[in-house]
């Protein structure tokens, strides 16, 4: 494996590059296909799903696991894997249930996507590739799985990076209110809460999800083949039954799963993570950018990054600056 400096080099080379090809000048959204891409996915059942993922890198390499959220896929990571491999990690990027290539084993499964079925599903994918501990990042619905999975199952995380900080919820304290104007940006979760929402969603499921990316990331002047590359995961027969499910459940509308009520009760408290952790903040997070609101959180090894200019889907807008936050909580 490369130290720090010499990765630090090679991004910049690299990186760089691959960013630019994929950066169109500013107001354009249509072109040539993204110059990235992933290898041919492969499939593996794991607990409940038969999981997509790509698979970069050394086969006796670290393990480096990164989550997406919503609504992303796994190209999140194109332009991060390819740096993470550089260095000699082994980089797995799993669709997330109810996306993409990931399916569920049996047809009477109930497309639960409450936080520790999604964060359970990571651990059955390291069983099943073998994977004693993994450094696990994410961002969105894959920072609130990476510190799930950090905080109930520490000795199968070598090291954490999560962007907007401590995501893991608490379904009691949903349901206070927040000032108006923070209620505001959430307004898709309570459309989500009526059928006219969930109607709404997979009649204009392209469009949807175009106005979330230009709204949480307003400075990111992605093309159209960029979105339509991540856009074909929403395809997926699962994904508006887990999509609705994940925010009702947030919201104590909908139900979970009697096999999870445990972990769900160790979470209840807000546990500490103690493995060696980085946080990201960017333009996305706003007023808690500045993460003292979750610093206490975290015990271990830590820092705190702030990407300013930088909107919510931080790994694909930041490539670089991601990767090197991943390697650099390796070596907290």
Known sequence: MINRRQFGGFCAAVTAASVAACAPPSGVRTGA???????????????????????????????????????????SYVDVAPALVSAGYRVIVPFLRGFGATTFLAAGTLRNAQQTAVASDVIALMDALHFPKAIIGGFDWGSRTACIVAALWPARCQALVAVSGYLI????????????????????????????GVVGYR??????????????????????????RTAASFDNPDHVDIVIHNYRWRL????????????????????????????????????????ESYRSKFVGPYSHRIFAGIGHNVPQEAPRRFAEAVVDADHL
């Open 252 to 291: 104590g509308l909908a139900g979970g799963e009697p096999r999870y009520d445990d972990l769900e009760r160790q979470l209840v408290p807000g546990p500490v993570i103690a493995v060696p952790s980085i946080t990201i903040a960017s333009d996305f997070d706003g007023p808690a950018a500045g993460g």
């Open 33 to 75: 296909a993204p110059a990235n891409t992933f290898p041919p996915l492969k499939q593996i059942e794991a607990g409940v799903l038969d999981i997509g993922y790509a698979d970069l890198g050394p086969a006796d390499g670290p393990p480096v696991i990164l989550l997406h959220g919503w609504p992303y896929d796994v190209h």
């Open 203 to 228: 009649e204009n499921l392209r469009d949807f999800t175009k106005l979330i990316w230009k709204t949480a990331s307003p400075g990111w002047n992605f093309d159209d083949p960029t979105f339509e």
């Open 169 to 196: 919820t608490n379904p009691a304290a949903q349901a206070r209110p927040l000032p108006p104007a923070a209620e505001h940006g959430w307004w898709y979760q309570y459309y989500f809460s009526t059928e006219r």
